[in-house]
């Protein structure tokens, strides 16, 4: 076990609604991820908090949103949700700041969204 | 530039046998070369992970080759068991942060 918790496991909404999937990492690391790994693919990375910070962006729009909190949990927020945000969303926490020399990325067992 | 090409897509192999999983990058700025392992509906597990300076590492049953100037690292898995069915992704990030991009994924077999 890694530590990192996801909530919650499994998730359905429709088209157009909102969604907030939540995130609690290891204590003491103040760096957090998010990935989407839709359905036989690779993770694709979402962005990127370091001590409540948006650290990196990947190539996600606007509305894929995100916060972090001094107690290490953090929110991956999505509005006007789309069928191909179908897929499970993973965080993953790390215990140093980047550019540090460990760059050991610990995942969560991820949220299935399933968007109808 | 920013790809990890994987390869091949699935694999199956003999109990005992030594897989064999390779990836091949484009960006020079990449120092750091995560092995992930995840099972069906599971998160990935940080199997090992090696930088540039060094051309082999070995942890257990699996080894990282590397070869800097290919712009080519592989995972071996000597002895492998049926427990060692899973999927298998390597990715590569830089220093400067976390971002790690991923390879597609080879989906390991290890038939008894």
């Known amino acids: 076990e890694t530590g990192v918790t996801q909530s919650p496991t499994h998730l359905i909404k429709t088209r157009g609604q909102q969604v907030t999937l939540r995130c609690s990492s290891q204590s003491g690391h103040n760096t957090v991820s998010w990935y989407q790994q839709a359905l036989g693919q690779g993770p694709q990375f979402i962005f990127q908090?370091?001590?409540?910070?948006?650290?990196g962006r990947g190539n996600f729009p606007p509305r894929f949103s995100g916060l972090q909190f001094p107690n290490y949990s953090s929110e991956l927020n999505v509005n006007a949700l789309e069928l191909d945000d179908s897929a499970l969303y993973l965080c993953?926490?790390?215990?140093?700041?980047?550019?540090?020399?460990?760059?050991?990325?610990?995942f969560g067992p991820g949220t299935r969204l399933t968007v109808l | 530039q920013q790809q990890v090409k994987q390869s091949p897509q699935s694999l199956i192999v003999q109990k005992g046998g030594i897989p064999i999983i390779n990836c091949a990058y484009e960006?020079?700025?990449?120092?750091?070369f995560p092995w992930y392992q995840q099972f069906p509906g599971k998160g990935p597990a940080l199997l090992i992970a090696i930088r540039p300076d060094v051309s082999e590492k070995k942890e257990g049953r699996f080894t990282i080759s590397f070869n800097k100037s290919a712009k080519q690292f592989s995972l071996h898995i000597m002895d492998s068991q049926p427990g060692d069915s899973a999927t298998y992704f390597c990715a590569a990030s830089t220093g400067s942060n976390y971002q790690l991009i991923w390879g597609a994924g080879t989906k390991l077999i290890i038939k008894p």
């Open positions: 908090y370091y001590r409540e910070e948006e650290n």
């Open positions: 960006n020079t700025a990449f120092d750091y």
């Open positions: 993953a926490s790390s215990p140093s700041l980047p550019g540090g020399l460990n760059n050991e990325q610990f």
